[in-house]
């Protein structure tokens, strides 16, 4: 195995990826990529040339280390290894380039799997195989790299593993002229990057792990990418349209339609007759069920006036920079974004029509957008059925987020900051119905195309990512968990039964 070499059984190349710039001065090394800069001190010397023959396509790794000293090559390995994530490295197999591997995050290490001809492999469930940069490639929220898909043998190896195969038998299929020893070093290479599962007969694969079994394959993928520490892209504030699209405005244009303008509660009412936060977070119930008189027209202005009304707006100058328009609500949201958006099916409201509705969050008034009532009941369907049909809803609220105005500015977590944002909007409305006495729940479940068609939506500019139930509050809550029916009281759940009292339920 030669120094540095993570396949022992194939040649390597290494070079620096397309999209870094290396610039070199008197006495450092700059590497650009499209969101940072690295400076690595680096004089003249053997060590530096070394480094300037990864510039401008891969190299043999045994090339680039030529002309080093034992102790210059640990140097350099060191060097690369620090530099990881901008170098590519490729792999010859049988005297040409199979397969790239690009490190996604900054302890990655290449390694390859030695494949028996009697093992069996199969491509793992959390392979995702995309185009990128004009390439097919291999990644997993498992695996700390990416795998090009250089060769059409290559790629068409990857499309024979849905099953577990016999290594022979699949070596003997593939329409390339690979010898099953180079079938068997390549299949080592994707299963040391994490992407080929490799057993034995009568083992098991390595996805069979019980905690593995608890994953599914979009969420590990979400969980890998919204996070650093095993991806790559750029993550976070970068403004990556900056420049190229127009941002999106924080208030959105309100549609048109026959309005409801709703009650505005005064400040001094609402302080009068709140209960303080103690007691709506200790009494705060979900509720499927209604009391006989319904809610009224009055109580659900005032709870959207005090959830998700635009309390001010910043419009900016037009010297100013581009998205710097922001406004706010009473919930936070991340850069004063508040790109989710409000709507209305009402069933059962005392002094409003049955109908799907905007709330228009600046006007505070409900905007009609759909009066079928096939189409009121399909939505009211959908959150019944998420509530085991407990619930037969008097108020759907539907929570939109207009995508665009978070990914503008945010880079890799924008869709896990709209749903950060519709958690902090769900305990808001908790708290508010439970201070103002209403029946609340949160449901898990709605269907983000019926909503938008329903409520006359573009499904990849502005659909549903969660869905709340309102209505009148049924009477007889003691807010107590009863021991008899084996409830196990812990630290302090009587203070629920003074936050009924005090919320005037018992």
């Not at 098991?204 to 979400?222: P, R, S």
């Not at 029946?439 to 269907?447: F, H, K, N, Q, V």
Request: charged share 25%.
């Amino acid at each position: 195995m030669r120094p540095g070499n993570p396949w022992p059984e194939a040649e390597y190349l290494v070079g620096f990826r397309d999209e870094v710039r290396v610039e070199f001065d008197a006495t450092s090394v700059s590497l650009r990529t499209p969101v940072r800069t690295f400076a690595v001190r680096l004089g003249e010397g053997r060590l530096r040339a070394a480094l300037a023959s990864l510039v401008g396509g891969l190299v043999p790794m045994d090339e680039a280390l030529r002309d080093l000293v034992p102790a210059e090559r640990v140097q350099f390995q060191r060097l690369l290894s620090r530099l990881n994530r901008l170098l590519v490295y490729g792999v010859p197999i049988g005297g040409r380039e199979l397969v790239r591997i690009e490190h996604t995050a900054p302890d990655a290490e290449a390694t390859a799997v030695r494949v028996g001809p009697d093992d069996l492999v199969r491509l793992s469930r959390f392979a995702l195989c995309r185009s990128r940069s004009g390439a097919l490639v291999l990644e997993s929220p498992l695996a700390k790299v990416r795998v090009v898909l250089v060769e059409s043998v290559a790629r068409e190896l990857v499309t024979s593993l849905a099953e577990a195969r016999g290594v022979d038998e699949l070596a003997a299929s593939l329409a390339g002229d690979l010898k099953a020893a180079e079938v068997r070093t390549l299949l080592g290479v994707l299963a040391g990057a994490g992407f080929v599962e490799v057993r034995a007969a009568g083992e098991k694969f390595a996805a069979e792990d019980t905690v593995l079994q608890q994953w599914d394959f979009h969420d590990l993928l979400f969980h890998s990418r919204v996070r650093g520490g095993r991806f790559d892209e750029p993550l976070g504030g970068v403004f990556p349209h900056k420049g190229r699209i127009d941002p999106r405005p924080a208030v959105k244009p309100v549609p048109e339609g026959p309005s409801v303008e709703l009650y505005r509660p005064s400040l001094e009412d609402v302080v009068r007759e709140d209960p303080g936060l103690t007691a709506a977070l200790e009494g705060r119930r979900s509720f499927r069920g209604y009391g006989e008189r319904p809610l009224t027209a009055e109580q659900l202005g005032e709870f959207l006036y005090r959830v998700g009304r635009v309390r001010t707006r910043y419009v900016p100058e037009p010297e100013d920079e581009p998205g710097s328009e922001i406004v706010s609500r009473p919930y936070p949201t991340g850069g004063s974004a508040f790109e989710l958006e409000l709507y209305l099916t009402i069933r059962r409201c005392a002094g409003v029509e049955p109908g799907s509705y905007y709330y228009d969050p600046v006007g505070h008034r409900l905007v009609l957008v759909n009066d079928d009532p096939g189409d009121r009941r399909a939505m009211l369907d959908v959150a019944a059925v998420s509530t085991s049909r407990e619930a037969d809803p008097e108020v759907l609220i539907t929570m939109t987020s207009r995508f665009q105005r978070l990914s503008w500015k945010y880079s890799g977590m924008a869709y896990a900051t709209t749903l950060r944002h519709t958690g902090v909007l769900y305990q808001t409305m908790y708290l508010v119905a439970t201070a103002m006495g209403l029946a609340p729940c949160g449901i898990g479940i709605g269907d983000a195309d019926m909503s938008a068609r329903v409520l006359g939506l573009d499904y990849l500019e502005e659909s549903s990512v969660g869905d709340f139930l309102l209505g009148s509050r049924p009477p007889g809550d003691p807010g107590i968990w009863d021991r008899e029916q084996g409830w196990e009281w812990v630290n302090d759940p009587e203070w629920a039964a003074w936050a009924g009292r005090t919320l005037g339920r018992t």
